[in-house]
């Protein structure tokens, strides 16, 4: 276990590497901290993140056990891990836990049947079901913003998921859950939220 308890973190050369089993990486920083580019050499096996301050990616992040976000998010635009232009993997093994949420690209590859899949929050999950493994997409991306209404609906909360499938032969059911805030209701009566399904080809 390693933690991380200032207000900066800087790489003039060398990475963490963090992905033997049970290895933790906790941030417990007092000021908002962008993580330099390739600071870490491999997957993550656990990352917690237990302020409030949060944390910003500079490059690609994988966790293979645990994404641990034990603090409410730092803004109301911003996650509590903020991947920016880049994407967080998620390994098929791994688990989401906590209040916090991940604001950016989502992704997990080689999707199987009857297993749940979180994206960014412990309640943002998807689960395939009454399906064989060969119909199933190859990746599923989730990209989050949070703090904002889409660009062609403003009658919604303040919050919205993008959905990219990757590959698959056939339809295929599934359960979808997606978690918001209450103070991301935008003045709208919870009893009577909907989903809203809006198809363009995201990236």
Known sequence: MLQLSG??????????????????????NTAAITLPA???SSDIDILTINTSSGITASS?????????LLAANPSAIKGLLDM????????????????GDVTGRIVRNG????????????????????????????????????GQTHSSKNNT?????QIV?????SPTRFT???????????????SNLVFWDHHIPYN
């Open 60 to 68: 690609n992040l994988s966790i293979t056990s645990s994404l641990n």
């Open 157 to 161: 909360i303040q919050r919205y998921y």
């Open 84 to 99: 920016g232009n880049h994407v967080l993997e998620m390994k098929n093994a791994a688990i989401t836990t906590g209040v």
């Open 111 to 146: 999707i199987l049947p009857e297993t749940t899949y979180t994206f960014g929050h412990a309640n943002t999950s998807i689960r395939f079901y009454n399906a064989d493994v060969e119909s199933m997409p190859s990746q599923i991306k989730f990209i989050s913003v949070i």
């Open 165 to 169: 499938r990757t590959g698959g032969t």
């Open 7 to 28: 207000n900066s973190i800087s790489r003039t050369a060398g990475s963490f590497h963090a992905s033997a089993a049970q290895s933790e990486l906790i941030f417990a």
């Open 38 to 40: 390739n600071v870490f």
């Open 176 to 190: 979808l859950q997606l978690h918001y805030l209450e103070s991301e209701l935008n003045g709208l009566n919870e």
